[in-house]
T-cell receptor, first 110, second 114 residues
Framework: GQQVMQIPQYQHVQEGEDFTTYCNSS?????IQWYKQRPGGHPVFLIQ?????EVKKQKRLTFQFGEAKKNSSLHITATQTTDVGTYFC??????????FGAGTRLFVKA | SAVISQKPSRDICQRGTSLTIQCQVD?????MFWYRQQPGQSLTLIAT?????????ESGFVIDKFPISRPNLTFSTLTVSNMSPEDSSIYLC???????????FGDGTRLSIL
């Protein structure tokens, strides 16, 4: 079945450093979604990318969708302790079902 | 986005018993899903809750173990039957308003089986 590979599994950064997580698929995706899950919380939707080469920004977060619509990235500039959590990419497999990447757990040291 | 109420938020159960988790949405939604999430892991889809008909289960999950109901467009239940310690996990319901829209999750149910 369709899989979405996400790396790295976890990353430790010093506050103020940048962070990037990557998501890759062997097949072309109709869209890609990003979610954040705080420790002890539930996944919260951040953004959805649909167009080839699309770039969207939310304050310090930059989301990219590859030209071939097979990969995506989430980049956080100057991390803060509030960025701690696990970031998941997710893709629709057809219709309503969504497949989630393994997630990247971000640790931020103050 | 939809407001989702999931109950209970947590429970500790004896092995061999069953627990029913409820998911209530404040508006009608097209799709409702049930996920399981082991600590530190990603989300695994258990099944799609279909309104007025039997749920659609993913590989590795069966109706006898995880019966699901969805009597209307705003409510669903997941029962974890004949529980064993391996069923200890977080169970999450999620909803989708329409096709190609993002999912919105309930707060989850933390289940521990002794």
């Amino acid at each position: 079945g369709q899989q979405v590979m996400q790396i790295p599994q976890y990353q430790h950064v010093q506050e103020g450093e940048d962070f990037t997580t990557y998501c890759n698929s062997s097949t072309t995706l109709s869209n890609i979604q990003w979610y954040k899950q705080r420790p002890g919380g539930h996944p919260v939707f951040l953004i959805q990318l649909v167009k080839s080469g699309e770039v969207k920004k939310q304050k310090r977060l930059t989301f990219q969708f590859g030209e071939a619509k097979k990969n995506s990235s989430l980049h956080i500039t100057a991390t803060q302790t509030t960025d701690v959590g696990t970031y998941f990419c997710a893709a629709h497999t057809g219709g309503f079902k969504t497949i989630f990447g393994a997630g990247t757990r971000l640790f931020v040291k103050a | 986005s939809a407001v989702i109420s999931q109950k209970p938020s947590r429970d500790i159960c004896q092995r061999g018993t069953s627990l029913t988790i409820q998911c209530q949405v404040d508006s009608q939604v097209t799709m409702m899903f049930w996920y399981r999430q082991q600590p530190g892991q990603s989300l695994t889809l258990i099944a799609t809750a279909n309104q007025g008909s039997e749920a659609t289960y993913e590989s590795g999950f069966v109706i006898d173990k995880f019966p699901i109901s969805r009597p209307n467009l705003t409510f669903s239940t997941l029962t974890v039957s004949n529980m064993s310690p391996e069923d200890s996990s977080i169970y999450l319901c999620s909803v989708v308003a329409s096709s190609n829209q993002p999912q919105h999750f309930g707060d989850g149910t933390r289940l521990s089986i002794l």
